[in-house]
């Protein structure tokens, strides 16, 4: 069993940035394929990221490419989500999820556990 546990959420204004972080704990995160997910208010759930067991391999949605970066330190259990140039768009909780699949993941259908989430708040 692993235990997900998000921070770094909070209120920022439109072009500013922040950076999540995702504690695991209960197995080592190097076994494990790491993503993170948004859900905004009325909106279906996105998948913005993934990264492979080793932090090599990342993908990116289309959404947050070239504004978001994922990475991990298997060694501090961790993963992180940096997210500059937000927009108010941003604007979701965002959930870690792990895949015990070892490669890198580009949707959350299927994922072996998640997180409570979140909350980021990007003002305009």
């Known amino acids: 069993q692993v235990q997900l546990v998000e921070s770094g959420g909070g209120l920022v204004q439109a072009g500013g940035s922040l950076r999540l972080s995702c504690a695991a704990s209960?197995?080592?995160?190097?076994?494990?394929?790491m993503g993170w997910s948004r859900q905004a208010p009325g909106k279906e759930r996105e998948f913005v990221a993934g990264?492979?067991?080793?932090?090599?391999?990342?993908y990116y949605a289309d959404s947050v490419a070239g504004r978001f970066a994922i990475s991990r330190d298997n060694g501090k259990n961790t993963v992180y989500l940096q997210m500059n140039s937000l927009k108010p768009e941003d604007t979701a909780v965002y959930y870690c999820?792990?895949?015990?699949?070892?490669?890198?993941?580009?949707?959350?259908?299927?994922?072996?556990?998640w997180g409570k989430g979140t909350l980021v708040t990007v003002s305009s």
């Open positions: 999820v792990a895949d015990r699949s070892l490669t890198t993941p580009k949707n959350d259908g299927g994922m072996d556990y």
């Open positions: 990264i492979n067991w080793s932090g090599k391999i990342t």
């Open positions: 209960g197995r080592a995160l190097s076994t494990y394929a």
